[in-house]
Structure formats: C-alpha cells, structure tokens
C-alpha cells in the first residue's frame, strides 16, 4: 500500500509540472493510471457560456478567438463570442441556401472556411471565412468498392479539407467490422483508410422461406473500436480487443502501441441507468431515412428519440462488464494527442487517457462531474457540462 501510494504522488509531482495553469493536481480512477503516468485534473474553467444548448458535439474555434456551434435539436448555428458574451445567429432554419435543418457539426476547412454538416437537409455546406453560405453538396455518396451508397457524415476532417466518415461493408465482408473511408470533396474520390470494431449485436431470426423476419438487437456497452483524425490526416484507432492504440498513415503504414493494462468494471443497475442518460449527450441517437421525390433518391439523418425506461434495460443483453473506453468518436488535440474517454463505475469524474503519436500513454486527465470534451481550438480544450435535465453548457479550459 506505502509503494502505490508513493508511487501515486510521484506521479502527482510530475503533472504539475507538465499542466500549465492553475488545477493540475492528482486525478483518481476506479483502475488508475498505468505506472509512471501523470494524472491530472483540469481543474477551473476560463470561461462558461451562460445559455444553454439542446446539444453539442463538435466546435470550431474561428482566427478571431469566436467558437461556432451547430445544435441539431435546437436548429441553430451561432458564433460566440465567451470573453464579451455575444453571440450572433448564423443563417435560419429551412431549405434554401443560407438555411439548415438540424446543423449536426461544424468542421474547420483550409482557408478559415467551415464545412458545416446540415442532417435534416442531407448536404454538406461550406461557409466563407465571414461565415456566409457557400456551395453545398449532398452527404450521400456512391462507394463503387461497396456497391452501395455511403452516407459521407463526417467523423473528421484534416487540415486538406478531407472528409473522414464510417462506410458500410460490401457484399462478402465482415459485418461485424466497418470501414474508415476518406474522401476528397473536391473530385467526391473515396478511399477506405482503415477497418474498425462494431458493437456486438444479437441476431434472431424467424418464420420460414417466404416471410422471413430478422430481429438484430445490440448489445450495450459491448466492446468496439473507437476512432479520430488528426489535422496531418493520421487516423487514430483504439482497439478494444487489448484497449491499444493504432496510428493509421497516409502512406498505409500503422504505429501501434502498447497494451494498456486496465481493471473492467463490474455492469450493475447504475452503470445500465448511466448508459441510457448518456445517450441524451448526442440527442437520443440517430436515423437516416430514404426517400424519392420525382425520381430522384434522397438520404437525410436526424437526432432525437425517446430513451428507454427502467424497466425496458432489462430487456438487452448486457455483459458482465465494461469494456475500457467508449465507443466515441476520439478528438485529437493541436498537438496531435488522442482523447480515449474511459469507461468507469457510474457516478465517477470523467476521464480521458491521451496518446501521443507513437501510441504511447502519455497522461491521464479527469474532468469535473458531467462533463465531456467536444473539441480543441489553438490552446483551449472546449467542453460540454450537461444537467440534470439534459441542458448542454459550452466551457472553455486551458489544454494540458
């Protein structure tokens, strides 16, 4: 016990030297850290946007020192500024060229343009650096590798401007398994960069040769790759098979690290009750529909949807426990480190183990009760408090 605790506080020393800024200090998970690994606390905000948000998932710091919000429930894109406390509304909901409907994300393109990802709409729309409306062009692409179509929603986006998004399987291949596909929106070229892990699902299947039914139910918490794009165009992937981290290069060659070792937590009613609050962080989940209108097919997503009740948890087939991250997308910082938020016991701080390029675990950071990252600017780390009754609050922190 005198050797952990020594080694701890060793630890503890060595990120106050590594954080800049006041709140570095010792941060406490159910498994710590790995040995010799700083632990720190992130400690205050710099700043604290006072309205809230239906929901937040990405930013976008602008030159100026603005951050750009897309809330897909609450249909608005606003540029904030958090030291003056003014905020401007960004175009209007509806379908024509300055309009949105559910605004999903917002993605910094070359030139201080923003591509900013329009669900109800089913486009991509680029904004000018005064964030004036641009070209846009539908998210739903053929993949020819595939044979089918792809719904281009980005889940990164480099400094090219190139679009990073999960692809569907091909006929004959793992379903278990999906593809990380990039594409160019400049000539609308994909190329599949990398495969990763899917959550696991239960297949049922009924009835006989003529009226066949299929039930597929997934299985919460079960593990799943987690992946990001850094702004050279590397892709990160965390395995869950030995929670590691793989480098994915333009080049088609992988830097893995090693192994982190980690002790699974125990799935009881509060973890389960945890899970299904924490889905309301993305608004419910997401569905795309399909539709033709004068002969032409049209794709488009929404978030939103009811969440389950106590008593409908019992009904999904849980594992015993929990996997060691989440299955999120994995931000990545200005300084190229990957953001893997951990699964711990419900109740506990946020934390986030960052690697660094060669897949290293190079610290451990734990953020205040109810909070979650959801984007990086040029030396500011932009979170997301969310309360009680599901209201998102936008905070800004200085970056370890």
């Not at 300084?335 to 893997?340: C, F, I, K, L, S």
Request: hydrophobic content about 40%; glycine content about 14%; charged content about 20%.
């Amino acid at each position: 016990m005198r050797a952990k605790e020594a080694m701890k506080g060793a630890a503890c020393v060595l990120a106050v030297g590594l954080v800049a800024g006041a709140g570095a200090g010792c941060a406490g998970g159910d498994d710590g850290g790995a040995q010799g690994v700083p632990e720190v606390q992130l400690g205050e905000a710099e700043a604290v946007w006072a309205e809230a948000f239906a929901v937040v998932s990405t930013v976008r710091e602008l030159p100026d020192g603005r951050v750009l919000v897309a809330d897909p429930l609450g249909q608005v894109v606003v540029s904030l500024d958090m030291e003056a406390g003014v905020a401007d509304t960004i175009g209007g909901v509806g379908e024509g060229p300055a309009e949105y409907r559910q605004p999903d994300a917002v993605w910094p393109l070359p030139g201080d343009r923003t591509l900013l990802v329009d669900l109800g709409n089913g486009r991509l729309t680029v904004l000018s650096p005064e964030l004036e409306f641009g070209d846009t062009r539908p998210y739903a692409v053929m993949d020819p590798a595939a044979g089918t179509m792809a719904v281009a929603i980005p889940q990164g986006v480099d400094a090219m401007g190139r679009v990073y998004f999960r692809g569907l399987p091909g006929l004959g291949e793992m379903t278990d398994s999906a593809k990380i596909v990039r594409m160019n929106p400049e000539t609308g070229d994909l190329l599949t960069v990398g495969m990763f892990k899917q959550p696991d699902v239960v297949r049922e299947e009924s009835g006989g040769p003529n009226n066949q039914n299929v039930s597929v139910t997934p299985v919460p918490l079960s593990p799943q790759d987690a992946w990001g794009v850094a702004q050279d165009g590397r892709v990160v992937v965390v395995r869950a098979g030995d929670y590691h981290v793989d480098w994915l290069k333009a080049d088609g060659s992988i830097t893995s690290g090693p192994p982190v070792p980690y002790a699974p937590v125990s799935i009881g009613q509060g973890e389960k009750e945890e899970w299904r609050d924490g889905r309301s962080e993305t608004g419910g989940g997401m569905s795309i529909s399909v539709g033709i209108a004068n002969g032409d097919m049209r794709i488009t997503a929404s978030r939103g949807g009811a969440l389950d009740d106590d008593d409908a948890l019992d009904a999904y087939p849980w594992p015993e426990v929990k996997p060691a991250f989440f299955g999120q997308p994995v931000p990545v910082d200005r300084m190229g480190r990957a953001w893997v938020r951990r699964h711990q016991r419900a109740g506990s701080a946020p934390r986030y183990d960052l690697f660094d390029g060669t897949g290293v675990l190079v610290m451990s950071v734990e953020l205040p009760m109810n909070r979650r990252v959801v984007g990086f600017g040029e030396s500011a780390l932009f979170a997301v408090r969310m309360n009680e009754f599901g209201l998102q609050y936008l905070e800004r922190y200085a970056v370890p």
